[in-house]
């Protein structure tokens, strides 16, 4: 079996061509977004589709769409979704999610995104890699301009994101008709600072409902928090 199967409990994905391959970002937002009463998903960028198809696993009413705009990518997870237990409700497009929005007259009551998030510093020699990092092919605001026409009136959109650009998101996001509902800071370690923030946004003002923090590690490389163990223990095979 290949080395870049990433076997989960009750789904594999295989990532070999993938340009960015399964990392704790994902894990973190498939298992943390609020799936309480949705029927209909879109993931943006679903590079290798785990967290189209966490969502899948978590969902059962739901069908769940998604876009991927690398070629390798998208077959890629093309794949794991058809050999998915999944398959027959979940469908993904070749093309960016500008296109797609201009194209679609779908909405959705939630949509999720680990979007790129580096604009600027030393490129990568891997043109796939950059359009993936970078904020080259998907700038924020477009990101979010996207999502905003593309969520029903009680949507919700979720997205994981470093910690000074997931603050500059949040305000930016306003600007866009997008306001923040629940926040998850993200710490690698117990005494390390925040590294991550997950948050969700909503259509209308609304208040602040969950502000809260998430510590991964409590002790050495294997000792998880009882928090992240209860968020992941449907998908991780040891947890």
Known sequence: MSSDIFKF??????????????????????A?????????????????G????????RAQQA????????EKSFLQAKQNMEDSPWSDRMDLQNEPIQDYTKATDKTFDLIVCNPPFFSGGTFSKDQERNNVRHTIKLPNGDLLRCANKLMNKTGRFSVILPFIEGLRFKEMAETYGLYTRRVTSVIGKVGKPVERLLIEFCKEKCELVQE?????????????????????RDFYLKM
Do not use: H, P
């Open 9 to 30: 409990k009750q789904f594999q994905v295989d990532q070999e061509q993938c340009s960015m391959k399964i990392g704790t970002d994902g894990v973190l937002l498939g």
């Open 212 to 232: 809260d923090e998430l510590v991964i590690q409590v002790g050495g490389r294997d000792e998880y928090s009882e928090e992240y163990i209860n968020l992941t």
């Open 50 to 57: 785990v967290i189209a198809l966490m969502v899948a696993q």
């Open 32 to 48: 943390w977004v609020n799936t309480e009463n949705v029927t209909s998903v879109l993931d943006i960028g679903t590079g290798s």
């Open 63 to 70: 069908t769940v769409s998604a876009v991927e705009i690398d």
